[in-house]
Nanobody, 120 residues
Framework: QVQLVESGGGLVQPGGSLRLSCTAS????????MGWYRQAPGEERELVAK???????NYADSVKGRFTISRDNAKNTVYLQMNSLRPEDTAVYYC??????????????WGQGTQVTVSS
């Protein structure tokens, strides 16, 4: 059974930074593309960044140039470095393996997520 555990969220002022972590178990982490998603209140969950097993990355336009996704296969962990945070980045952040057909859909059961709040 796949387990995804996110951490690192918190309250930060606009312009600040946070680093999120997601540790996965129950899967061959190193061969899987992994993604970070977010869901704001009243909004649908969206894919904000993904990283392939060879380290290639893709970002949503809304976070390009501000967020960086990375992975440590030895630790079964994927990270999301978030800089220049804006109030509109406020959401619960999750990691998952994007569906190869519909990347906005995660293939595994969702973890509890980690809350990111950007506010002065």
């Amino acid at each position: 059974q796949v387990q995804l555990v996110e951490s690192g969220g918190g309250l930060v002022q606009p312009g600040g930074s946070l680093r999120l972590s997601c540790t996965a178990s129950g899967l061959r982490f190193s061969i899987n593309t992994m993604g970070w998603y977010r869901q704001a209140p009243g909004e649908e969950r969206e894919l904000v960044a993904k990283i392939t097993r060879d380290g290639s990355t893709n970002y949503a336009d809304s976070v390009k140039g501000r967020f960086t996704i990375s992975r440590d296969n030895a630790k079964n962990t994927v990270y999301l470095q978030m800089n220049s945070l804006r109030p509109e980045d406020t959401a619960v952040y999750y990691c998952n393996k994007p569906s190869p057909i519909t990347p906005t859909v995660g293939l595994y059961s969702w973890g509890q997520g980690t809350q990111v709040t950007v506010s002065s």
